[in-house]
């Protein structure tokens, strides 16, 4: 059975934002000619996410809304006191956007059935961005027939 890999980047803003990667993961298995399988698809930070949900705007906004309420960038964090442990310069206060990460995903395997994606009607494949703005990476990886 092959095995196909691939990075794909997403730049992203700051803060928490929602990007809809389905047609980047599309487009890999069309460029790998797999008709039956599933898809790997990793998020290789630890502060990002991975969902499969809808895409739709309000509804995205709602999850913002609804993660900032599970870890609030205003309270306090052990992982904020930056002067006790040995960071980088630029080391940001994000010990949320860890958090938030930890409720979610860190990958999806996903079923290809006749050459697509076997999602559903509204279902999307998102990337979730909870601290940037950065270049981000994501791990796709096909296996199949």
């Not at 609804?66 to 960038?73: D, G, Q, R, T």
């Not at 310069?89 to 949320?96: S, V």
């Not at 979610?104 to 999602?119: K, Q, R």
Request: aromatic residues 6%; hydrophobic residues 45%; negative net charge.
């Amino acid at each position: 059975m092959p095995i196909f890999n691939k990075i794909i980047e997403v730049e992203t803003t700051s803060g928490i934002n929602i990007y809809n990667i389905t047609p980047q993961v599309k487009d890999f298995i069309a460029e790998t000619g797999i008709k039956n399988g599933q898809v790997l698809v990793f998020s290789r930070h630890t502060t990002t996410a991975l969902a499969i949900n809808e895409d739709e705007e309000r509804l995205l906004e709602d999850i913002k809304v609804f993660l900032n309420k599970l870890a609030p960038a205003s309270d306090r964090y052990l992982h904020n006191d930056l002067h006790l442990r040995i960071v980088p310069e630029d080391e940001p206060i994000n010990a949320h956007s860890h958090l938030m990460a930890m409720m979610l995903n860190n990958s999806e395997i996903i079923p290809i059935a006749d050459g697509n994606l076997a999602l559903g009607t509204w279902q999307s494949v998102l990337f979730f961005e909870l601290d940037g703005a950065r270049k981000r990476t994501i791990f796709l990886q096909i296996s199949g027939e």
